[in-house]
């Protein structure tokens, strides 16, 4: 009597980068802004020391209770684009939240849904981090890779999906202004020296 033998695949474990990006996404799923639902986890050591996700400020109110609060950005080529500024970064809160608990952050890897904004950026390299992993580009991350390279950050980007919202730009026909969304705007100057 003949057997047959099944040969089955053998399974493939994710990544530690693979498997560290899916806890961002279900992080991110408790982000209270609609235009984010950003996630943020930070490791070192192969383990989680940190998290965050977009949301508003302990305590204040959130943009899915009461609507965004929009600014709109002219940047150095002339370009527009439109911002919620009402929440903190899924970045920002996961190394608020290392320090409330003082966690140290020196040499750890940050995990994100998007190449960090400049803002957030700066904070990750004056917090230790030395590696940060994204799934997706941001459209205004140009400057945050740029001070990643000079301070030493490996930057790593796992796909180039640009991400992007259906009221990016001021001219986006979508837009819709409430009181809670003042459209108040601000220009990002260059400095130049002479």
Request: some cysteine; aromatic content about 6%; glycine content about 8%.
């Amino acid at each position: 009597m003949k057997r047959n033998i099944i040969k089955e695949e053998k399974y493939q474990r994710p990544s530690w980068d693979e498997y560290f990006m899916e806890i961002v996404k279900m992080v991110g799923s408790r982000g209270t802004c609609d235009r984010g639902r950003a996630g943020c986890v930070i490791t070192k050591n192969k383990r989680i020391i940190s998290t965050g996700y977009v949301g508003s400020p302990v305590g204040l109110p959130h943009c899915d209770d009461i609507g965004h609060e929009m600014h709109t950005v002219i940047h150095p080529d002339g370009t527009r684009t439109r911002h919620c500024i009402r929440t903190t970064h899924a970045e920002q809160n996961a190394i608020c939240q290392a320090a409330r608990f003082g966690v140290a952050l020196e040499g750890a890897t940050l995990y994100c849904k998007m190449t960090p904004c400049y803002t957030c950026a700066k904070m990750i390299i004056n917090a230790g981090i030395k590696r940060v992993v994204c799934e997706q580009d941001y459209h205004d991350g140009t400057r945050s890779k740029e001070i990643f390279a000079e301070a030493g950050v490996q930057f790593k980007l796992l796909n180039n999906v640009m991400t992007t919202y259906d009221d990016m730009s001021p001219e986006d026909k979508s837009t819709k202004k409430t009181e809670t969304e003042p459209d108040n705007q601000i220009a990002i100057v260059k400095k130049i020296s002479f």
